[in-house]
């Protein structure tokens, strides 16, 4: 009797084509954004059955990009990030919940300033193409919302109108192209 074992591929992140990005509220009435522009990282799985996806995926915290210099020096200090003290950003999978079809939820451990917390992140998968040159890519999006208080991310300023500066919820959404190993 035999038994069918799943075909689990290696892929590498393309960082030219994958964003990690953010989004926090910003004086309790608009929406500042953000994205990581150095990410790296690899994904396994078999594209037949998502159930066993593994991902590890490492962000250099230096690469904060909010579109304003100044805020970004603020966000790399000690204050928030302290990238001289934390460096990277990391999500290490653990398990694959709730599959249906190309859609799964892929919980894992998010750790920021050494402060490691479970995170549960929406997947959805997008197929694989082949580019000009033979190479197979494959594509995913995740979503996921943190409270940045619990990774550390203390700073804030009190508004004369009441309320805080920096909002606690924090919106990450991933858009990852991956090649195959």
């Known amino acids: 009797m035999t038994t069918a074992t799943a075909t689990k ?10 964003e990690a990005a953010f989004a926090v509220k910003h004086l309790m009435i608009s929406t500042a954004r953000g994205r990581f522009g150095a990410v ?11 159930a066993g996806a593994s991902a590890r995926i490492t962000i250099d ?3 904060i ?6 805020r970004d020096a603020h966000l790399r200090s000690g204050d928030f990030f302290d990238v001289e003290k934390y460096p990277t950003l990391t999500f290490n999978s653990r398990r694959v919940d709730g599959v249906q079809g190309n859609k799964f939820k892929l919980v ?17 998968a997008h197929g694989s193409s082949k580019d000009p040159w ?9 979503q996921t919302a943190i409270s940045r208080k619990e990774f550390g991310l203390l700073w804030n300023a009190v508004l004369e109108t009441g309320g805080f500066a920096v909002g606690d919820d924090v919106k990450i959404n991933l858009d990852v192209e991956l ?3």
């Open 134 to 142: 033979g190479n197979e890519h494959t594509g995913f999006s995740a």
């Open 65 to 70: 990009d909010t579109r304003e210099a100044q």
């Open 40 to 50: 790296d990282g690899t994904v396994e799985f078999d594209p037949s059955d998502f």
């Open 61 to 63: 915290a230096a690469s």
């Open 179 to 181: 090649v195959r190993a």
């Open 108 to 124: 894992g451990d998010l750790t920021i300033k050494d402060i490691t917390r479970e995170v549960v992140l929406d997947v959805e």
């Open 9 to 18: 591929t290696l892929w590498k992140i393309d960082p030219a084509h994958t």
